[in-house]
């Protein structure tokens, strides 16, 4: 089992409660929501479908140490001092 899938399955549950609470407010909060009983369901398997592939592309941003703080050094050193 590769070090990205390990980090992918640990982080899936989180997007997948990302994706469906913005999918539940979606539905609940605008007209929708006289569909809510056959939306909702929908919503369900949207996010477990749809977060898979999300988890999968964070997780070697999850496994860089030093990406973000390399990145905000070339851009500290990029800004003039005042």
Known sequence: MSVRLQIAALIFMMVQAVVFGF?????L???LTAW???????VIGLSVIVS?????M???HMRSRF?????LLRLSRSQPRR
């Open 23 to 27: 999918g539940v407010v979606l539905v």
């Open 36 to 42: 809510a009983v056959q939306l909702i369901p929908l």
């Open 52 to 56: 898979a592939p999300i988890a999968w």
């Open 58 to 60: 964070i997780a070697p």
């Open 67 to 71: 990406g973000n703080r390399a990145a």
């Open 29 to 31: 909060a605008t007209p």
